[in-house]
């Protein structure tokens, strides 16, 4: 049955114009509201997405909340975009998800409606699934930008976060960074705190722009600009008036400059995190990859305004006479929000150093890494990372494209690369891939050490083996699709 399913899903175009987020508005009415049946915790953002989702479930959870997870793409099962308590759906659910939705689908096709596409129908299936499972907290990753993609449904989620900023998908977001965070920062709702990554300036400055245009002014103390000691010092200073102010703010900017001490070894990362509006985390992560910390960052920034949004609105309800208000503050008191702040901080910290994302620089074999990046930013993190986490080892390359990427760009990082001594070109195995051939010419230009390149992913993994020996390390990279044929692949070669 799954197999007719997965057939039928791989079937429907992935993009075309059904109605946008009125119609998707209007199915989910149909079906029921499932959206409404949880807490919603919205995320953009060009890099990180996932990473910043799976942080966030994993500390929710950690706290006791029944969760939803909800990502793109798969790697190697579909039931993967889907999460209930961190493990995959199950085929029957999932399969009851499907027809619950085709059903509707079938009803309206009759009547002339466009069909769903694949990522909307896919969504569908995920809030019934949710639903029906009883989640407390949906955590939501956008599929492409964020002002019109079809998550963008909930008037007010709880919490909205913006991860990094970069080009990608420029023919659909726009063709400049500004353009970009103007997409992401569509997910910005009234009411509702946001915790945005303000590395870049071009993007920041979108974000900030709409932020305040939604949420009012931030009137954010300048943290990067202060020493640990200042950070610390200045927030027990403050008055409680002041820290009330402060927990009123909606929007709230995090630097990677407040990733302090940072360090990698076997397998893990560990760092302080050092920021005006709560006090210092010292922080461990399960990864390879030097990057994440940003994404943690995002994360644990995020938990903490949840906490005292959670904790400040049900203290309004609660004060109000109405018995809509009265309603709302059943719905969100909650005493796992007020526990003790050590306890709630030791939960957070549970949670972060407990969970292990896919596909991102994370060990598959003996000396096999995997490592989705697939746009400029991420090559040059996964570069980075690379770097720090395997310092003086040689390395070799199985790298893939898919063909709307601009690749020259992350060939140029990845020829940079120390110690790199070889790399294989092939092409991932669905109908984006791109040449190999072409993308082979422009390694050649940049870099003149060992090169090879062939269509079977299989083949190139094999000879990666060959060439890195004992003592070499071999990372596939380039394309979370490479990523998922890859992991699928390691267990027969």
Same mark, same amino acid.
């Given at each position: 049955?799954?197999?007719?399913?997965?057939e039928?899903?791989?079937?429907?175009?992935?993009?075309?114009r059904?109605?946008?987020?009125?119609?998707?508005?209007?199915?989910?009415?149909?079906?029921?509201?499932?959206?409404?049946?949880?807490?919603?915790?919205?995320?953009?953002?060009?890099?990180?997405?996932?990473?910043?989702? /799976?942080?966030?479930?994993?500390?929710?959870?950690e706290?006791?909340?029944k969760?939803?997870?909800?990502?793109s793409?798969?790697?190697?099962?579909?039931?993967?975009?889907?999460r209930?308590?961190?493990?995959?759906?199950?085929d029957? $659910?999932?399969?009851?998800?499907?027809?619950?939705?085709?059903?509707?689908? $079938?009803?309206?096709t /009759?009547?002339?409606?466009?069909?769903?596409?694949f990522?909307e129908?896919?969504?569908l299936?995920a809030?019934?699934?949710?639903?029906?499972?009883?989640?407390?907290?949906?955590?939501?990753?956008?599929?492409?930008g964020?002002?019109?993609?079809?998550?963008? +449904?909930?008037?007010m989620?709880?919490?909205?976060?913006?991860?990094?900023?970069?080009?990608?998908?420029?023919?659909?977001?726009?063709?400049?960074i500004?353009?970009?965070?103007?997409?992401k920062?569509?997910i910005i709702?009234?009411g509702?705190?946001?915790?945005?990554?303000?590395d870049?300036?071009?993007?920041?400055g979108v974000?900030?722009?709409?932020?305040?245009? +939604?949420?009012?002014?931030?009137d954010?103390?300048?943290?990067?600009?202060?020493?640990?000691?200042?950070?610390?010092?200045?927030?027990d200073?403050?008055?409680?008036?002041?820290?009330?102010?402060?927990?009123?703010?909606?929007?709230?900017? +995090?630097?990677?400059?407040?990733?302090?001490?940072?360090? /990698?070894?076997?397998?893990?990362?560990r760092?302080?995190?050092?920021?005006?509006?709560f006090?210092?985390?010292?922080?461990?992560?399960?990864?390879?990859?030097?990057?994440q910390?940003?994404?943690?960052?995002?994360a644990?920034?995020g938990?903490?305004?949840?906490?005292?949004?959670?904790?400040?609105?049900?203290?309004?309800?609660?004060? =109000?006479?109405?018995?809509? =208000?009265?309603?709302? /503050?059943?719905?969100?008191?909650? !005493?796992?929000?007020s526990?003790?702040?050590e306890?709630?901080?030791?939960?957070?910290?549970?949670?972060?150093?407990?969970? +292990?994302?896919?596909?991102?620089?994370?060990?598959?074999?003996?000396?096999?890494?995997v490592?989705?990046?697939?746009?400029?930013?991420?090559?040059?993190?996964?570069?980075r990372?690379?770097?720090?986490?395997?310092?003086g080892?040689?390395?070799?390359?199985?790298?893939?494209?898919?063909?709307d990427?601009?690749?020259?760009?992350?060939v140029?990082?990845v020829?940079?690369?120390?110690?790199?001594?070889?790399?294989?070109?092939?092409e991932?195995?669905?109908?984006?891939?791109?040449?190999?051939h072409?993308?082979?010419?422009?390694f050649?230009?940049?870099?003149?050490?060992n090169?090879?390149?062939?269509?079977n992913?299989?083949e190139?993994?094999?000879?990666?083996?060959?060439?890195?020996?004992?003592?070499?390390?071999?990372?596939?990279?380039? !394309?979370?699709?490479?990523v998922?044929?890859?992991?699928?692949?390691?267990?027969?070669?």
């Amino acid at each position: 049955m799954m197999n007719e399913i997965v057939e039928y899903l791989y079937n429907i175009p992935r993009f075309a114009r059904t109605g946008g987020l009125e119609k998707t508005r209007e199915r989910l009415k149909l079906l029921g509201s499932p959206e409404k049946s949880f807490h919603y915790i919205h995320v953009a953002g060009t890099n990180g997405k996932g990473s910043v989702c /799976a942080y966030m479930e994993s500390c929710l959870r950690e706290m006791g909340f029944k969760t939803g997870l909800f990502t793109s793409p798969h790697l190697v099962r579909i039931n993967e975009r889907m999460r209930i308590n961190n493990e995959e759906i199950s085929d029957e $659910d999932f399969s009851e998800a499907f027809y619950k939705v085709k059903a509707l689908v $079938d009803a309206q096709t /009759a009547r002339g409606i466009p069909h769903p596409t694949f990522f909307e129908f896919i969504y569908l299936m995920a809030m019934c699934a949710f639903q029906k499972a009883g989640i407390e907290y949906g955590v939501i990753e956008t599929g492409l930008g964020g002002r019109l993609d079809l998550t963008n +449904v909930v008037e007010m989620p709880d919490l909205t976060l913006i991860t990094s900023i970069g080009l990608d998908h420029t023919a659909i977001l726009g063709d400049t960074i500004e353009k970009i965070a103007g997409e992401k920062a569509g997910i910005i709702k009234a009411g509702t705190p946001l915790v945005y990554l303000a590395d870049r300036p071009e993007a920041a400055g979108v974000i900030k722009a709409r932020a305040e245009e +939604v949420l009012g002014p931030e009137d954010l103390p300048e943290g990067d600009k202060l020493s640990e000691e200042d950070k610390l010092s200045e927030w027990d200073k403050l008055s409680e008036e002041d820290k009330k102010t402060s927990e009123y703010r909606l929007s709230y900017p +995090v630097t990677s400059d407040w990733v302090e001490n940072i360090s /990698a070894a076997h397998g893990q990362i560990r760092f302080s995190l050092v920021c005006p509006y709560f006090k210092k985390y010292d922080i461990m992560l399960n990864t390879n990859g030097i990057y994440q910390a940003e994404n943690g960052t995002l994360a644990l920034t995020g938990m903490e305004i949840l906490r005292k949004f959670m904790n400040r609105q049900a203290a309004a309800a609660v004060q =109000s006479p109405s018995e809509t =208000s009265q309603a709302r /503050a059943r719905k969100l008191s909650d !005493s796992r929000w007020s526990l003790p702040e050590e306890v709630f901080r030791e939960k957070v910290l549970k949670g972060l150093a407990s969970m +292990v994302w896919p596909g991102r620089m994370e060990l598959v074999g003996d000396n096999i890494y995997v490592d989705g990046a697939h746009n400029d930013d991420g090559i040059r993190e996964m570069v980075r990372s690379a770097e720090s986490t395997l310092p003086g080892k040689d390395i070799y390359l199985v790298f893939a494209v898919a063909e709307d990427k601009d690749y020259q760009q992350m060939v140029r990082h990845v020829c940079g690369m120390k110690h790199l001594k070889g790399v294989i070109v092939t092409e991932i195995d669905n109908g984006r891939r791109r040449d190999f051939h072409e993308v082979m010419k422009d390694f050649e230009k940049n870099w003149h050490g060992n090169i090879q390149g062939t269509y079977n992913v299989s083949e190139a993994i094999m000879t990666g083996k060959q060439w890195k020996g004992k003592d070499g390390v071999l990372i596939c990279t380039g !394309s979370l699709y490479l990523v998922g044929h890859v992991k699928e692949l390691l267990g027969g070669i």
